[in-house]
């Protein structure tokens, strides 16, 4: 089956589902990496990306954010960055796969009893929340706010880029 659009998704409805111990088949995270780039230097400007609205953010748009921010950043900074993924995707994705095509309405129960299978993962992010921060030096700033401009296209909700620390 095709993946859904991720507007259905993006609402923060309801109550939270995280535990996968008393469920099945609960895909991978999609987030390969939460740490990239110099791990060891401490950086004296931190860059990070905050969100405007609330709302769900899939682990899929989150990793497609991540490598978009270090592909900028590994051509215009390589080795002069800590990127770091700020918050994890504990909420699980249920879907009700229906039957569909030729004769499907008369296998199908319809919505009844539909609590669905768990399809993906996703951050539910309040508004000021921050998902993606960058650690760099004074010199690379305008490559870090650049990076989580083109980072901020993968996300489906407006975001800003915020300063939250600059050392004298």
């Known amino acids: 089956m095709t993946r859904k659009p991720a507007r259905m998704y993006r609402k923060v409805e309801g109550q939270i589902y995280t535990r996968r111990e008393y469920m099945g088949g609960v895909p ?8 990239t ?3 060891r230097q ?23 954010a991540r490598v978009s921010a270090v592909r900028v950043l590994e051509k215009a900074a390589p080795n002069e960055y800590h990127l770091k ?3 994890f995707p504990h909420q699980i994705l ?10 499907a309405d008369r296998i199908s129960d319809g919505m009844r009893r539909a609590f669905g299978k768990p399809v993906g993962h996703a951050v539910r992010a309040e508004i000021g929340s921050e998902i993606l921060t960058i650690h760099t ?3 690379h ?8 401009r083109k980072a901020s296209h993968k996300l489906p909700v407006p975001t800003r880029v915020v ?6």
């Not at 401490?42 to 497609?64: H, I, K, N, T, Y």
């Not at 300063?163 to 004298?168: E, F, L």
């Open 141 to 148: 700033m305008d490559d870090a706010k650049e990076a989580l």
């Open 28 to 35: 991978a995270v999609r987030v390969t990496q939460f740490d």
């Open 42 to 64: 401490e950086f004296p400007v931190s860059l990070s990306l905050g969100m405007e609205e609330a709302a769900q953010v899939r682990d899929v748009a989150l990793e497609a």
């Open 85 to 87: 993924v700020r918050r």
């Open 37 to 39: 780039g110099n791990l």
């Open 137 to 139: 030096t004074l010199a």
């Open 163 to 168: 300063i939250t620390h600059r050392a004298s």
């Open 94 to 103: 249920r879907e009700h796969k229906m039957a569909m095509g030729a004769g």
